[in-house]
């Protein structure tokens, strides 16, 4: 469909909800609302859009006399200057969205090469969401936290709860990679080591529906760090997905009730991503060449601790300011450059 097509689109479906929700002859007036609300930004873009089309052409005509042209010169100047802007303002908002870019996510970090070092690491990746979180007013739930000996974290998991958190977050998922001199190395040698971060969406009910049959339940002792048992009843549950092989724990509650919830939440949550997954793998031939893949194997960002920057290696951006990144503070930067590389590229698929 032409821009101009959709142009056209958008303001007779806004125009078409006006009508429906003013007479009150609808069942469902809460999605049409929804919809309207949704679409009225779109449709105020079009209208400018289309306001600034006119006044070029207007502008183009007061050429032909003499009286007006040096002011029509100017104006048409100016329109010409501002028309490229607005029209790929235009164009964003006519993206499809993703429908998962609203939910809430599953943040999982795993340690990865580098054994203490990497545990260390991804725990200092797991208090830096933390803190983004914080400062983005969001609510960050530790699900599971599974620590080494050292205050590391061989994996941890948190919900994040707000508005926008996986439109947000989901280009954090990949490897990432730390070079720094790790707090045991007595030699002052400069490591190498990675942790895996996955950001998954937050499925509901109404995204998927898991069988009964299709689960196996296994409860078990809940047990520390070091091996020791920190409870005598069999309040840990693991739960396999037996379609998909997909299996999740969860130890953190004394209740067994409520270690069941929560691996369910995250299993849903991984299988919803499967799905979304599987979906993104057909309707392109290589995903590695999009921003947003969420590829898991991919190294998608350098922590260089002694060099104080970090690297994001998907668009070539590197920050010099690696404790701000590290506090949360300056993630957004890395976040907005990935956003709007996600935009141009499927402006360009488009066009």
């Given at each position: 469909?032409?821009?101009?097509?959709?142009?056209?689109?958008?303001?007779?479906?806004?125009?078409?909800?006006?009508?429906?929700?003013?007479?009150?002859?609808?069942?469902?007036?809460?999605?049409?609302?929804?919809?309207?609300?949704?679409?009225?930004?779109?449709?105020?873009?079009?209208?400018?859009?289309?306001?600034?089309?006119?006044?070029?052409?207007?502008?183009?005509?007061?050429?032909?006399?003499?009286?007006?042209?040096?002011?029509?010169?100017?104006?048409?100047?100016?329109?010409?200057?501002?028309?490229?802007?607005?029209?790929r303002d235009v164009q964003i908002l006519l993206l499809p969205k993703d429908e998962a870019d609203e939910k809430n996510a599953i943040l999982e970090v795993r340690a990865?090469?580098?054994?203490?070092?990497?545990?260390?690491?991804?725990?200092?990746?797991?208090?830096?969401?933390?803190?983004?979180?914080?400062?983005?007013?969001?609510?960050?739930?530790?699900?599971?936290?599974?620590?080494?000996?050292?205050?590391?974290?061989?994996?941890?998991?948190?919900?994040?709860?707000?508005?926008?958190?996986?439109?947000?977050?989901?280009?954090?998922?990949?490897?990432?990679?730390?070079?720094?001199?790790?707090?045991?190395?007595?030699?002052?040698?400069?490591?190498?080591?990675?942790?895996?971060?996955?950001?998954?969406?937050?499925?509901?009910?109404?995204?998927?529906?898991?069988?009964?049959?299709?689960?196996?339940?296994?409860?078990?002792?809940?047990?520390?760090?070091?091996?020791?048992?920190?409870?005598?009843?069999?309040?840990?549950?693991?739960?396999?997905?037996?379609?998909?092989?997909?299996?999740?724990?969860?130890?953190?509650?004394?209740?067994?009730?409520?270690?069941?919830?929560?691996?369910?939440?995250?299993?849903?949550?991984?299988?919803?991503?499967?799905?979304?997954?599987?979906?993104?793998?057909?309707?392109?031939?290589?995903?590695?060449?999009?921003?947003?893949?969420?590829?898991?194997?991919?190294?998608?960002?350098?922590?260089?601790?002694?060099?104080?920057?970090?690297?994001?290696?998907?668009?070539?951006?590197?920050?010099?300011?690696?404790?701000?990144?590290?506090?949360?503070?300056?993630?957004?930067?890395?976040?907005?450059?990935?956003?709007?590389?996600?935009?141009?590229?499927?402006?360009?698929?488009?066009?």
């Open positions: 469909m032409s821009l101009q097509a959709n142009l056209e689109r958008v303001l007779a479906r806004h125009k078409e909800l006006e009508a429906i929700l003013a007479s009150g002859d609808s069942s469902d007036i809460a999605k049409l609302s929804k919809e309207l609300s949704e679409l009225a930004p779109i449709a105020q873009k079009v209208t400018e859009l289309n306001d600034m089309r006119r006044e070029l052409t207007d502008a183009r005509e007061l050429l032909e006399d003499p009286d007006m042209a040096d002011m029509a010169g100017e104006e048409i100047q100016r329109l010409e200057k501002a028309l490229p802007e607005l029209e990865g090469t580098g054994g203490d070092e990497a545990a260390l690491f991804a725990a200092d990746l797991f208090g830096m969401y933390q803190r983004y979180a914080a400062l983005k007013g969001w609510k960050f739930e530790v699900m599971e936290i599974s620590e080494n000996d050292i205050g590391g974290y061989k994996e941890a998991t948190a919900e994040i709860t707000g508005r926008s958190v996986f439109a947000r977050l989901k280009f954090e998922s990949g490897v990432h990679r730390v070079q720094r001199v790790p707090v045991t190395e007595s030699g002052g040698r400069i490591h190498t080591s990675a942790a895996t971060v996955a950001v998954l969406p937050e499925a509901e009910d109404v995204d998927l529906n898991i069988e009964d049959k299709d689960l196996r339940v296994d409860v078990f002792r809940a047990s520390g760090a070091g091996g020791q048992h920190v409870n005598t009843t069999e309040s840990a549950v693991r739960i396999t997905h037996i379609p998909s092989g997909i299996v999740v724990s969860q130890q953190d509650e004394k209740s067994q009730h409520k270690n069941r919830a929560k691996a369910m939440k995250i299993l849903r949550a991984r299988l919803y991503d499967h799905e979304r997954q599987r979906l993104a793998s057909e309707r392109a031939a290589d995903r590695k060449d999009q921003i947003g893949s969420g590829d898991r194997s991919e190294r998608i960002r350098t922590y260089n601790f002694p060099q104080g920057r970090v690297s994001d290696h998907r668009i070539n951006l590197t920050l010099y300011k690696i404790d701000k990144v590290i506090a949360g503070e300056a993630l957004d930067e890395f976040v907005d450059a990935l956003t709007a590389e996600d935009e141009a590229a499927r402006l360009a698929s488009m066009s």
